[in-house]
């Protein structure tokens, strides 16, 4: 395995780091004011986007990018650096259209279009012009299991009709969303992985209405506002079915990859910078008589984060490394062990981030409760845990011995 980067992708990030130091990071304080006081990101964003297009900093996520696509080509491994310092913030990405769920949409719909499709939904993301949402989770079934997913796909003369629920449509509500991608049932006597469909609808199709906007956790997202829809006999043309009739779940496990992966990234991001709050904040509180940083406990806390967060990002870069070399098996198992670590590692972080600031952890003022939330979600989101260790235990073989065979037990002992 080889995790060093080229001279051309440390080029990008050094390009990349200075512009998110310069341009991004001192923007949050109004980033944050101006959200609170107008519920919508401020005009600034459209500003700086143009800003980092212009440098090629653009599209950072999208290793398969065709002659006519604008972008970096970065593999994942050499987009992880990237994606780590950008996640600190969680609005960093979206200045380099590389945020979700826009990159994981813009990957399915590279491998999936038609001309005409590209031309209409693929090109304008790829360009930051529109947004887009990928509605699969349904509030009526356990989404968990994909195979679940109920709403109803009808072909009818030349359009197709869809009925159903869906709701946590990341990106969903955003007021720039122009289509989502819904997945659906089109085929329901085909066998269990063949009935399902994916359909481009555009927003304002009549019968699609967005109910609500949802909070995890009360985090109100600005970057990719959270959708519940309701379809009712939303008419789109045939033309619209994106990928195969009835190969939903193969085509969408090209999402898969780059979404859990990507997330992964910028949660490095998120417990490097919760970390440095930790040490500045335990190195000026006191109590008791002592500076906070001088408890053992608090010594122990920061360097095990050092450790959970090193050791998780070489787990990513060897995943993501897999992921550019050898799409097979292997890579899907360390995709998902990744999927499962990285969150807990944050999740563990935060946590004591949130202990050691005392009652201000909690608060919006810092980002750590906000890095919390999004390990907690992406616990659940893109597979629960459970479901991903479901998959890596099946992929552990078992011994050919028997305990009484082992040869690793020696009757006696020494
Ligand atoms: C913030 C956020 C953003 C999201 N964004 C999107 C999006 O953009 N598009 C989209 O379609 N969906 C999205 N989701 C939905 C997400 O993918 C689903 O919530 C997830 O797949 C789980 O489905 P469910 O909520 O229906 O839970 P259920 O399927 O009801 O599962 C509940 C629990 O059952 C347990 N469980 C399930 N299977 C097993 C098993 N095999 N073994 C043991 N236990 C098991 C797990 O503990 C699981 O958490 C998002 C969710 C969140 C929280």
New binding site residues.
Partial sequence: MDFNLSPKSEEILRCAEDFFDKEVLPRHREWVQTVCRDRKPPVFIKEIQEKAKELGLWNLGLPNLADDEPGTRLTNLEFAPIAEILGRLPWGSMVFNCHA?EVPNMAMLQALVTPEQKEKYLNPLLNGETRS?????EPDV????ATNIATEIREEGDELVLNGRKW???GGAHPDCSFLIVMGVSDPDAGRTAQHSMVLVPIDTPGLTLVRELR?MGWEDFVAP?GEFRLENVRVPKSNLLGERGQGFKGAQVRLGPARIHHSMRCIGMAEMVLAQMIARAHERKTFGRTVVEYDTVQKWIAEARIDIDLNRLFIQKAAWLLDTSPHNNTWRAVSQVKVSVPRMLQKVTDRAIQLFGAMGGTDDTLIHHAHSYAR?FR?????D??HL?QIFKTEPVPEWSIAECPYIAPGGF
Avoid: K, N, Q
Wanted: hydrophobic share 45%.
């Fill in positions: 769920p949402s990928f509605a699969m989770t356990a989404s968990s299991d946590f449509a990341t995890f959270i979600w659940i989101g893109d597979g629960p459970e479901v479901r």
